[in-house]
């Protein structure tokens, strides 16, 4: 069985100078990415903000939902993605209908303009993907995806674990 994360140790040089490096590395990619909001070439570059992609993405992935499995399934809160989904049904990406068993609640739907812009976007940020990565070897690309969702896999079970948790005592 594995040495749960809180009782490992991780003192010694070698690991310690290797979690400084990810560390870094990984504040440098959020930086980077946040700056080129990772989105895109051409016509279609910045054009869609990322909580916008991820919710459209998850609409087209998934199918129609309402906003409670919408902010479960992205491990937000309700009011955030009310708040979020409310420019992308103003702009006709996403259309809000009426549960067909309970007409009480709102089911949320990509829209056919939201399918299209979608995929306009999902195209530009695939081009460039294969501009960054065009001199890496497809086993590159493989372990780079399979490494970058394991590692976002337990970023999100940290968060998810820790959510309830109460933080440090902050000075008044």
Same mark, same amino acid.
């Given at each position: ?14 690991? !310690?100078?290797? =979690? ?9 990619? *959020?930086?980077? &990415?946040? $700056? ?15 909580? &916008? ?5 998850? =609409? ?8 409670? *499995? =919408? ?18 049904? /103003? ?6 209908? +009426? %549960?067909?068993? /309970?007409?009480?609640?709102?089911? =949320? $739907?990509? +829209? ?12 530009s940020r695939q081009e460039l993907m294969?501009?960054?990565? %065009? ?7 493989? $372990?780079?995806? *399979?490494?970058? !969702?394991?590692?976002?896999? *337990?970023?999100?079970? %940290? $968060?998810? +674990? %820790? ?10």
């Amino acid at each position: 069985m594995p040495t749960p994360p809180e009782t490992m140790d991780m003192t010694t040089a070698q690991d !310690t100078g290797l =979690l400084e490096t990810l560390q870094h590395q990984v504040a440098v990619f *959020a930086r980077r &990415a946040e $700056q080129t909001r990772l989105g895109g070439v051409g016509q279609v570059r910045n054009s869609m903000d990322r909580a &916008a992609y991820l919710l459209l993405n998850r =609409l087209d992935k998934e199918g129609p939902m309402g906003v409670k *499995a =919408l902010a479960a399934g992205m491990g937000i809160d309700s009011s955030t993605v009310t708040r979020q989904v409310a420019p992308l049904v /103003d702009t006709g990406l996403v259309k809000r209908t +009426s %549960h067909p068993e /309970d007409g009480r609640a709102v089911v =949320l $739907q990509l +829209s056919p303009r939201g399918a299209t812009r979608l995929e306009e976007v999902r195209s530009s940020r695939q081009e460039l993907m294969a501009r960054l990565t %065009h001199d890496w070897e497809p086993r590159e690309r493989e $372990q780079f995806c *399979a490494l970058l !969702t394991r590692f976002n896999t *337990a970023l999100s079970e %940290h $968060q998810a +674990s %820790h959510a309830n948790q109460p933080g440090p005592a902050r000075p008044s």
